[in-house]
């Protein structure tokens, strides 16, 4: 069975400018690609009605399904709407329903003050020969055209709004409108190795992988997700046929595998503390809070999270953590002894069974030759016991910090998963 | 005269299937346009032969730069190095230099165990058609090729490699091999209006613009960043025209703007922070150390930001913090009072001039009808003087953090300038 392609085409200067980082076409990929349908090509251009007229024009002639984002809001010169409704044939009529909508927004929901503004309105305007999508969180509505058996889908490019239309409305209608074939997918997150070690690991089964098959390496901060796809008109049989497949990959990997799901390493912690009915409290200094906001990104984390001491400044790790001053001067505020007195003063402050304690140089300034930019210590472990490990990155600021972090949670992994120090 | 104009082209099936979120093109548009180059349109295909040379093939007629970015990691299929080599007709050989980078690599920065694999030694092989680009942070160089009057230039998709690359080695050579007209930014930073509000106001502004300047609205969590970009021969001329143009827009918006530069929130406070001498705490409860993540993101934040007291659980508020139980008890857990003691409490344990202080209910969960998800309340101020703030936000949690931090931080902004409560 064919794959069933589509194209995600972006409309906005903002992206060709760089001021926007474009979140949309992943979303979009990952749910289109969990229907079955395969993003073949994406493709940005401006709001510039040729790059736009062309861009329908050579994506229609590769995939059957185009789905269009951006271009829609209320200051954006007006150039995508008036452009599709030529391109379709059509002329511009107001939808009555999204004008109640456009109105119930501005006077319940945003409680704007004053008058409606003629470019608000001018919201509720649609081409008459397309399907009008409904959009429940934006003034913006969504609009299906077909031409030529090629579906064309444009969508505001707001990724509330998008996610809605979606989710809602083009989902649901392509699955009405297309047979894709099924497709399956299976992760397992590993952290320790190398992409280019897995890989040379997995030479022999990559080469094995019936032809419907492929593995992607996907790796972020020192973590590698192993992802294996499948695709096949059979769904029973590919669901089979794919499980067997990831049994052989789990064995090759076990000894640095995480979770053989498709989890962040704080979903995974999470799940780790909530199964155990343990919680957490972390001392951070040179991580800024960046542990304690990764853990707090997840729904119902008072579950298993207490609370942090974020002590940036020495003066905090001494008031509030009770390192003493002493040792901080005898073995530097960077050192195993400063980030374990840390780890024990936040389990004095905060009521929790763990904790995690950081202190490190993440620069571009502050390193010496004893402790370089980069270097961090980290401590995990309870009231009784503390497991310290020394990491060292080379990066920027921002990628120390966040593989700072990664580590520190990994190491509470071990810990609570009782490995023994390195 | 002419936009210089250049396409991107994106490659690896991580893209398409939405594993990864494309941050280099951003990237790159940005450095390409403070260049004086346009992005004209960004292509992303999979790891698939056609589906490369066919858009090296449609991109090269739009634009006489190319720049490629993925497919060359050592588990990226061997696919693009042979088919740049057979696009550009030359054959493979390995450069000494690179080689010898990728053992110095391998054996003193990675510090990786065992023998060098076949794989990462095949890293240093290049089309002998090409001009090699010295990748100092990795193993896979960077290659220059020219072809009918187009230049092609293929990177690796690892974000801290390709913004190397860039920056020694493909925009100094951009330079020199085309001539790119004088381009320009000013951008005026506001919140608290709407993009269409402000749209309202500057229809007259827009309308009156030359030919050669543009403005974009670029909001971001309740704040607008309004762009003008003017390209011209003349780069005098331009400097002068721009200024004056900008003068009149920033006329316009002065009563939401916060400054009239491209900053960030957190950079904008961290300089007002700076420039008086003071310092900061935070006592986070629902924003779960995104507040100070956000400031400690910026380099030398030890200067005015000194430690947080991140108080997630109820018995962290009274232990730590030292808000009374009995407060929480008949004011609720989110209300002013709590979220006042909590500013007051974390003030008593860190010694800074001005602290912030949230408490609210971000979802999906623990809404009830008096403090639906999505509602926080906001403290900011001294140990004299407090400033209280009740938001309301009605999306996911994520989003409801960001906004409720980026107020909080907005707050404390109008309580350093001394504007009155609302």
Same mark, same amino acid.
């Given at each position: 069975?064919?794959?069933?392609?589509?194209?995600?085409?972006?409309?906005?200067?903002?992206?060709?400018?760089?001021?926007?980082?474009?979140?949309?076409?992943a979303w979009i990929a990952q749910?289109?690609?969990?229907?079955?349908?395969?993003?073949?090509?994406?493709?940005?251009?401006?709001?510039?009605?040729?790059?736009?007229?062309?861009?329908?024009?050579?994506?229609? =002639?590769?995939?059957?399904?185009?789905?269009?984002t951006g271009g829609l809001g209320?200051?954006?010169?007006?150039?995508?709407?008036?452009?599709?409704?030529?391109?379709?044939?059509?002329?511009?009529?107001?939808?009555?329903?999204?004008?109640?909508?456009?109105?119930?927004?501005?006077?319940?929901?945003?409680?704007?003050?004053?008058?409606?503004?003629?470019?608000?309105?001018?919201?509720?305007?649609?081409?008459?020969?397309?399907?009008?999508?409904?959009?429940?969180?934006?003034?913006?509505?969504?609009?299906?055209?077909?031409?030529?058996?090629?579906?064309?889908?444009?969508?505001?490019?707001?990724?509330?709004?998008?996610?809605?239309?979606?989710?809602?409305?083009?989902?649901?209608?392509? =699955?009405?409108?297309?047979?894709?074939?099924?497709?399956?997918?299976?992760?397992?997150?590993?952290?320790?190795?190398?992409?280019?070690?897995?890989?040379?690991?997995?030479?022999?089964?990559?080469?094995?992988?019936?032809?419907?098959?492929?593995?992607?390496?996907?790796?972020?901060?020192?973590?590698?997700?192993?992802?294996?796809?499948?695709?096949?008109?059979?769904?029973?049989?590919?669901?089979?046929?794919?499980?067997?497949?990831?049994?052989?990959?789990?064995?090759?990997?076990?000894?640095?595998?995480?979770?053989?799901?498709?989890?962040?390493?704080?979903?995974?912690?999470?799940?780790?503390?909530?199964?155990?009915? =343990?919680?957490?409290?972390?001392?951070?200094?040179?991580?800024?809070?960046?542990?304690?906001?990764?853990?707090?990104?997840?729904?119902?984390?008072?579950?298993?999270?207490?609370?942090?001491?974020?002590?940036?400044?020495?003066?905090? =790790?001494?008031?509030?953590?009770?390192?003493?001053?002493?040792?901080?001067?005898?073995?530097?505020?960077?050192?195993?002894?400063?980030?374990?007195?840390?780890?024990?003063?936040?389990?004095?402050?905060?009521?929790?069974?763990?904790?995690?304690?950081?202190?490190?140089?993440?620069?571009?300034?502050?390193?010496?030759?004893?402790?370089?930019?980069?270097?961090?210590?980290?401590?995990?472990?309870?009231?009784?016991?503390?497991?310290?490990?020394?990491?060292?990155?080379?990066?920027?600021?921002?990628?120390?910090?966040?593989?700072?972090?990664?580590?520190?949670?990994?190491?509470?992994?071990?810990?609570?998963?009782?490995?023994?120090a390195e």
């Amino acid at each position: 069975m064919e794959k069933m392609l589509a194209t995600i085409i972006t409309i906005g200067d903002e992206l060709l400018i760089g001021q926007t980082v474009d979140t949309n076409s992943a979303w979009i990929a990952q749910e289109l690609n969990k229907a079955g349908i395969w993003v073949h090509r994406r493709v940005a251009v401006g709001d510039d009605r040729d790059a736009i007229w062309s861009a329908l024009d050579e994506e229609s =002639k590769h995939a059957p399904i185009i789905l269009i984002t951006g271009g829609l809001g209320p200051t954006a010169d007006d150039i995508t709407k008036p452009l599709l409704c030529e391109y379709f044939g059509g002329k511009l009529v107001v939808d009555q329903k999204t004008l109640e909508h456009v109105y119930y927004l501005f006077e319940k929901v945003f409680r704007r003050p004053g008058p409606m503004l003629e470019r608000n309105l001018k919201q509720a305007e649609v081409p008459d020969v397309c399907t009008v999508l409904f959009n429940r969180v934006g003034t913006a509505p969504g609009m299906w055209f077909e031409k030529n058996g090629v579906v064309f889908v444009s969508m505001p490019g707001v990724p509330q709004e998008m996610k809605g239309l979606m989710t809602n409305e083009v989902l649901p209608r392509l =699955k009405t409108r297309f047979t894709a074939p099924a497709i399956e997918h299976r992760t397992v997150f590993t952290i320790g190795a190398g992409e280019s070690y897995i890989a040379e690991r997995l030479t022999q089964f990559e080469a094995q992988l019936p032809s419907n098959m492929k593995l992607a390496y996907l790796p972020s901060y020192g973590m590698v997700r192993l992802r294996l796809t499948g695709t096949s008109s059979d769904p029973v049989a590919l669901k089979k046929s794919i499980d067997d497949q990831f049994a052989t990959l789990c064995s090759k990997v076990e000894d640095v595998t995480v979770v053989t799901e498709d989890l962040t390493m704080e979903e995974y912690i999470a799940r780790l503390l909530r199964e155990s009915g =343990k919680t957490v409290a972390t001392a951070e200094s040179c991580t800024g809070g960046t542990i304690a906001q990764m853990l707090t990104s997840i729904p119902g984390s008072s579950a298993f999270f207490k609370g942090s001491v974020i002590s940036y400044a020495v003066s905090v =790790k001494e008031s509030v953590l009770g390192v003493p001053g002493s040792l901080i001067e005898s073995e530097g505020v960077v050192s195993e002894a400063v980030v374990t007195q840390m780890l024990k003063g936040v389990l004095d402050q905060i009521d929790a069974d763990y904790a995690i304690a950081t202190s490190g140089v993440m620069g571009p300034d502050g390193g010496t030759e004893a402790i370089p930019v980069g270097a961090a210590w980290i401590a995990v472990g309870s009231r009784e016991r503390v497991r310290t490990k020394l990491v060292q990155f080379r990066y920027q600021r921002s990628l120390n910090t966040q593989l700072t972090a990664i580590n520190a949670l990994n190491q509470l992994r071990l810990f609570i998963k009782g490995a023994p120090a390195e």
